[in-house]
């Protein structure tokens, strides 16, 4: 069983910043992708960024791009997610997924198949 781990989340005052790290227990082949959602409190499960595992395509939610950048590091089988000019209403808990599949755009809870536990990010105003 594949195991994500996020950490990184805290409270820090609006237009500051936070990186937020994604572990995974193993890599196997059939994860092509790795994806950041968010969900705030009362709030559906929202779709933050992805990336493709093999390939350097990147997606965003409109609500995050130019501010967020997702990445990866292959050797330490670990995703990131740098948040800059953070804003109060991107406080949520976090969450980590990955995907069988590498479809560009891949952007619905529904089609993640691993998730981590979440860290909460909190900002201030």
């Known amino acids: 069983q594949v195991q994500l781990v996020e950490s990184g989340g805290g409270l820090v005052q609006a237009g500051g910043s936070l990186s937020l790290s994604c572990a995974a227990s193993?890599?196997?082949?059939?994860?092509?992708?790795m994806g950041w959602f968010r969900q705030a409190a009362g709030k559906e499960r929202d779709f933050v960024a992805a990336?493709?595992?093999?390939?350097?395509?990147?997606w965003y939610a409109d609500s995050v791009k130019g501010r967020f950048t997702i990445s990866r590091d292959n050797a330490k089988n670990t995703v990131y997610l740098q948040m800059n000019n953070l804003k109060p209403e991107d406080t949520a808990v976090y969450y980590c997924?990955?995907?069988?599949?590498?479809?560009?755009?891949?952007?619905?809870?529904?089609?993640?198949?691993?998730w981590g536990q979440g860290t909460q990010v909190t900002v201030s105003s």
């Open positions: 990336i493709r595992w093999s390939v350097r395509s990147t």
């Open positions: 193993e890599r196997t082949f059939s994860i092509l992708t």
């Open positions: 997924a990955a995907a069988f599949s590498d479809r560009y755009g891949l952007g619905r809870a529904r089609d993640y198949d691993y």
